[in-house]
């Protein structure tokens, strides 16, 4: 098996400091002008070279200063998408907009710096070994079962990395 067998694999590219709230703040909701039909899989949550001046400046110093660009921060799932539920579904909803709901998310341990691109984008294996070598060890209690057994075997079963 390699490490691109199983379920797919998306990654998303979001201008700080919306990565790093994924990643770190517990940001459950991405805030989209459209749906997507991605579920079943895990989405690496790229935090893209690009800053939400705006959104920023409702942050401690502390928490801006940590962040980091163009890099995957963290790894989540897309477990539902919706229109506008007038904030029912979390404290970020944001109205008017598409919301697609995350869960199991977990931060990696450092970030793996890569180039991003607009919309759910594919990310190609070297990405995929990279991350996988960046997740902690109970990102499988987080993510589920097919984290550990489908997407990304450990190279002592598969022999290859």
Known sequence: MSVTEGRPVRAL?????????????????????????FRDGLVLVHAGA???HDALRDLPADVAAAM??????????????????????????????????????????????????????IPDDGLRRRVARALPAHAADRLGPLLASDLFPSPERTGRL
Do not use: Y
């Open 50 to 52: 690009r800053v939400d």
């Open 13 to 37: 590219t979001l201008h700080q400091p919306w990565a790093h709230a994924i990643a770190h703040l517990g940001k459950d909701v991405e805030n989209r002008t459209r749906r997507t039909n």
């Open 68 to 121: 980091t660009s163009s890099a995957v921060v963290a790894v989540t799932r897309i477990t539902d998408a919706h229109p506008d539920c007038g904030g029912r579904c979390s404290t970020w909803a944001q109205p008017g907009a598409w919301h697609w709901q995350l869960a199991g998310t977990v931060a990696l341990t450092a970030p793996v710096p890569a180039p991003g691109a607009q919309g759910l984008w």
